[in-house]
């Protein structure tokens, strides 16, 4: 006992100090949320430094997203001819080229008033012009497919039948020959005639509603935010979204226009919409009914002045992201264009059984397969995987039934 109690005293003398106390679970916990913390701080600090530096942005510039477009006095805007331009949307950069009648095409090139070829108009809305390069788009795909045919593409950003019609007036006035026209009808036409675009007289010409509502939310400014000065950081989110929309997670809003796989703009086929609110949240001042009564309006004239030409009339519809998730495959937009197509078209072509089809495909692991495979992410837009489908159900008709030189 003396022997030991003459070490402690001895180790107490020289200043040996009492052995380490491991911290509690508590504190551990708290060191590593603060390590965390930090960590993300940092990375994102860095994030927005790398973005200022090098002026890096998931969202394009307003530049890049005008590209070729132009005011028109008939249709607000149009395609400017004989133009080329880098264009953007969301991550994607491609090369736009636009033709002597402002069509959108594979180079910049004189378009004859008449071609020995048989000629095919095809007319629609952003879909048709497509947000991605030529050859991946379904009008490139089938002007591939078929050179034996001269394909013009007259699609542009935006429009809708009241824009197809103009369109289609302005080619006919110029003296431009074509033996057949396709409209492709998409979901967002109704609440374009009625709430975005009004009437400005007898002759057509129509204006845009001033009077705008668009689709915000805490999240949503949030997301916009990232994507627009945290570039890195985004990339992450979209990770983390993507997989979570792969198994079948369906809600992904990019920071704009809300979710994508229930917006407002697609909704009317499958749920109650606002008929009070201005666009884009909205129907008014017509209504969804009244939008659809304008659509089959404008149509009506076109297949008018088509008809006096002996100019076959064909018509094409597909779902958005929304319709496949909410919808049917004899969605209301299906049987609305079938029933107006009756003894007025040459053709009517829906690709709802393909798109619902390839959601079927996908293993019950992996329910949202479909929506990766054929649709740009964070959009409602095809990818060249939803363009194939439509390019091919396409060239299956003009393989059956083959469009005639007048």
Known sequence: MLQAGSRQAASNAIGVAPRWQSPGFGTKLLLLLLSAIFCVAL??????????????????????????KIADPTRVYALRPDCSSIRAWGHQRYFLSVNSEGFRDKVVREVPPIDPKPRILMLGDSFTESMGSWDTSFVGRIAARFPQYEILNGGVDGYSPSTYLNTARLALTSGLDFDEVIVFIDISDVQDEAALYYDLGAMGTV??????????????????????????????????????????????NPGYDGNVFDRERSAWTYRQVSDGEPYEMGYAPLGVEGGI?????????????????????????????????HDTVDSRQVRIWRDWCSGRCKRFITAFPEFFAAKGQCPTWERGCWYLKDYIFGDIHFSAGGNSIIADLISQSLEATPPMKR
């Open 207 to 252: 204006a845009m509603a001033q009077s705008q509502s668009h689709y915000t939310s805490r999240y949503s400014k949030v997301r916009f935010f990232i994507g627009k000065h945290l570039v890195l950081t985004n990339y992450v989110c979209e990770f983390v979204e993507r997989s979570l929309v792969r198994f079948g997670w369906y809600h992904l």
């Open 43 to 68: 990375f994102v600090a860095l994030d927005a430094t790398y973005c200022v530096l090098f002026r890096k942005s998931a969202f394009p510039t307003l530049h890049e997203l005008v590209g070729c």
């Open 293 to 325: 009564a304008k659509e089959k309006r404008k149509m009506d004239l076109l297949w008018q002045e088509l008809a006096r030409r002996n100019i076959p009339l064909s018509v094409v519809v597909y779902p958005w992201p929304a319709q496949v998730v």
